[in-house]
């Protein structure tokens, strides 16, 4: 398969010379699971945001879906992240509009007809299982339950690439099986899905596993069930 991000030695400093990322190359190819994995300050999140193109490389260069993220002028952003699906640990749901609003909220941003954004937004919900909550409003949700809301809203523009910082910290053994399942459904379908994570429970569901130490790529593992890249 081709390579969605490709990471070529990459390095990322932040003021008062911290360094987040050292000399990472790595490749992603076209609809892999891809768990990052370390302790804190390791880089993953670093990592992520780059590919969001929220932070920039200093050094090296990473490529995604085509495009330098180091050469990309800020009017290509928003085009190179309407093909992103983000999932912060906080999900920025908005209190005062309903779920099913939530996630219709990118959507309409980019134009699609209000029925159309309707109509998909409560197909995601029902992919994870929040159908029924959709006239709900987010202060009345679990923690659980508005990080699967934030999965709906991550994937409902149909996405390449998903990208997940820590999505179920915090959350018990039931409710993480969930959001990764919903992460997993997309994922058979030939989305790219990165995600960082402690939780080493899930990592039977990757295909690789890339462990950060201090910036630097430790190893990288598959497991048994994973496929090759």
């Given at each position: 398969m081709s390579a969605m991000i490709?990471?070529?030695n990459v390095s990322k400093c932040y003021p008062g010379n911290i360094v987040a990322v050292q000399d990472v190359s790595l490749s992603i190819s076209q609809g892999e699971f891809v768990f990052?994995?370390?302790?804190?300050?390791?880089g993953k999140s670093t990592l992520l945001k780059m590919i969001a193109a929220i932070e920039r490389p200093d050094t090296g260069t990473l490529t995604v879906n085509g495009q330098e993220i180091g050469q990309?002028?800020?009017a290509g952003i928003p085009y190179l992240r309407r093909n992103l699906g983000l999932i912060l640990q906080?999900?920025?749901?908005?209190?005062?509009?309903?779920?099913?609003?939530?996630?219709m909220l990118?959507?309409?941003?980019?134009g699609t007809p209000k029925d159309e954004a309707d109509s998909r937004a409560r197909a995601a919900l029902e992919k994870v299982d929040l159908a029924h909550r959709a006239e709900a409003f987010s202060p009345t949700l679990s923690e659980g339950e508005q990080q699967r809301v934030a999965v709906a809203r991550a994937i409902v523009n149909r996405p390449q690439i998903i990208l997940a910082d820590e999505p179920t910290a915090n959350?018990?053994?039931a409710n993480a099986n969930k959001v990764i399942d919903a992460i997993t459904f997309f994922q058979s379908a030939g989305v790219t899905c990165v995600i960082s994570t402690h939780d080493e429970q899930l990592?039977?569901?990757a295909d690789r596993i890339v462990f950060l130490n201090q910036g630097k790529i430790d190893h990288i593992e598959q497991p048994m069930n994973g496929k090759q890249a």
């Amino acid at each position: 398969m081709s390579a969605m991000i490709q990471f070529q030695n990459v390095s990322k400093c932040y003021p008062g010379n911290i360094v987040a990322v050292q000399d990472v190359s790595l490749s992603i190819s076209q609809g892999e699971f891809v768990f990052l994995s370390g302790p804190s300050g390791a880089g993953k999140s670093t990592l992520l945001k780059m590919i969001a193109a929220i932070e920039r490389p200093d050094t090296g260069t990473l490529t995604v879906n085509g495009q330098e993220i180091g050469q990309l002028k800020p009017a290509g952003i928003p085009y190179l992240r309407r093909n992103l699906g983000l999932i912060l640990q906080k999900q920025n749901l908005l209190p005062d509009r309903t779920i099913l609003a939530n996630v219709m909220l990118p959507m309409l941003v980019t134009g699609t007809p209000k029925d159309e954004a309707d109509s998909r937004a409560r197909a995601a919900l029902e992919k994870v299982d929040l159908a029924h909550r959709a006239e709900a409003f987010s202060p009345t949700l679990s923690e659980g339950e508005q990080q699967r809301v934030a999965v709906a809203r991550a994937i409902v523009n149909r996405p390449q690439i998903i990208l997940a910082d820590e999505p179920t910290a915090n959350l018990d053994r039931a409710n993480a099986n969930k959001v990764i399942d919903a992460i997993t459904f997309f994922q058979s379908a030939g989305v790219t899905c990165v995600i960082s994570t402690h939780d080493e429970q899930l990592f039977g569901k990757a295909d690789r596993i890339v462990f950060l130490n201090q910036g630097k790529i430790d190893h990288i593992e598959q497991p048994m069930n994973g496929k090759q890249a």
